[in-house]
């Protein structure tokens, strides 16, 4: 009789319903497997830990069906989302750290218990040092720490040296750079202890969301139209997919900080630098080549991955600065309106110009792009007001729309180049009075917390009751008669307060939410209806909630400027969705590409169209090494 054996299944394993199959996602690769797939998966998935035997397993299932469980073990074997191993998990190893190890083949419990108690000598310039140190502790290795020259960092027999002449000390580099450039030196170590080969690591410049070098703009890339017909905003909201591009990229990739100039700007002030940290700053490092996908900077504003189409510029009535968000150094773009007002301090009125550089993304996504840039202003404008208030600073927000380049005072006050347009200001009051400064130090670990990457899709053998947090009390106190929000379940989920909320669709009102219709048909329209947005549809069955908010089809495809505004008033309730998720323990993560016909069939309403969509779950854990910057 052979061994038994104990299956387990992989992280970062992503298992989407599709309308006659089911899309399998995998470190190998993309497949399209049965239908019967996905609900089996998902009833196995608790018993898949590594720690229940084949046989029993199969005990738990009634006769007729064991030959098909063992065919759905065998196929996801086959297609690398399981493993059977020849010895049960052993107890207290971290999820966190067995999804790192399980991308290098063979052995991987063995490899974590080496890990766990392995030591690394760490020598780098004394500013990498903590990021290097994070990078390990995450990973339960000690690290001992020396500020001699050069860069080492050596686990048992495993070293992984850099130069500090090849690429990586290049100036301009900020110490957010050097923080990056560390945790992804640290994570190199890691993966060449664990077995995988050596690969050569990226230089500064090519870090995403933060690479200084290259063109100011993309010369090839689309710029934006006004689009002034509801046409062309109709088919912007209802179809999207219809405007994203189907060929290879030609366009070459912008710089992703405007490019340095000579010459630097007075000192932020105490309050107004608090502030930004927990917008313009990047907070986090996930390393792409241990995650699913991906593999940036993450900052404040929920983003488009790392492209950050919004940028910040300072005006006060001494002068204009572009506001630099790796460092949040201020660089002047206009001379001093006063003398002596230059390096010895700031006006008395602070406005902060946001403005989209349109061939950031428009280089990847070609017209959509449109679409990206408003949500982006409206989220960076939700987090300003939102930081501001929590530290007692008076804020007034503008959502307008102006030209393109030097044209109008702003463009030409600004020195904006010809990609770039004003979509808001927000005007700031300093602080009458000294505020507490923790609570901003609040906010700003709040921030960290939220993630809007792809683990939110990795909830395969999550818990069976989702948490929602404070989501469905905060949804209806949302003002506005425009926009029209609905929170559908997926699974049983609990909230703060207590109450349990069963599968279904629920429009927000003010009296709170009213259930719409009950069931998992919603969850299955929401399914269906992604199976043509290919393999980054995500997995609505593992996650707890979806939240659509939307506008009337005619009031958001006026013209442009009205679409601008409606979706930044739908971006304050995404903002806060993203957090209120955060502070719960859970994942939230904005997908778009949701066409008119699935919103129509999963609210009952025809006449709307989706500004966001959010969807929030638990995360799982998928081989990301995660560093928080700063």
Known sequence: ???DSFPRLLAGVHAIAALESTLLTTRTGHYRGPAELHPLMHRLAPLLDGRTAESALLARVPEPRRLAVGRCLDYLEHRGALRREDRPRPEGLPDQLLAVADLVDGAPYARCSALLVAE???????????????GLRQLSVQAKL??????????????VAIPPDDGWLVEPVGTVERAVVAAVVAAEAVGRFLGRPARPLPAVRALPGLARSGPRTSPDAPLLDQWPTPEHLRALLLDPSALLPTGELVCERPAAIRPLETGTGPQLPEWLRAMLRCVHVPLRWELGDFAHSGGWAHRGIASARGFYPIELYLVTDTGAWYVEPGELRLLPVSRPGAEGSGPAGLGSRFTLVLTARETKVSYRYHRYATRLCLQEAGLAMAAIGDAARTGGIGVDEV?????????????????????????????????????????????????????????????LGADRVGRLGSLPAELAAVPGDTLRSYLVVHRPCLDDAGDRWEPGCYRVTGQGLALVRAGSTPTRQLQRGQDATGWLAPDYAAASATVIVAAPVGEATADLQRLHTVTAAAARVAHRVLLGAAAAGAAGRIHNSLRGDVVAAV????????????????????????????
């Open 146 to 159: 020396s500020t001699a020259p050069g860069v080492l960092v050596r686990i048992g027999e495993t070293e």
């Open 399 to 459: 959502v307008e729309l102006g030209a393109r380049g030097r044209t109008g005072p702003w463009g030409e006050l600004l020195d904006l180049g010809e990609d770039e347009r004003p979509v808001g200001r927000v005007m700031l009051d300093p602080p009458q009075h000294a505020g507490d400064p923790s609570a901003l130090d609040r906010h700003l670990e709040l921030v960290r917390r939220r993630r809007s990457g792809h683990q939110v899709f990795n909830a």
């Open 1 to 3: 009789m052979p061994p």
């Open 603 to 630: 609210t009952e309403d025809v006449q709307i169209a989706s500004l966001f969509q959010l969807i929030v779950g638990c995360p799982g854990p998928d081989g990301t090494i995660s560093v928080d910057l700063g």
């Open 120 to 134: 690394a000598s760490v020598r780098a310039p004394v500013d990498w040092l903590p990021a290097l140190d994070a």
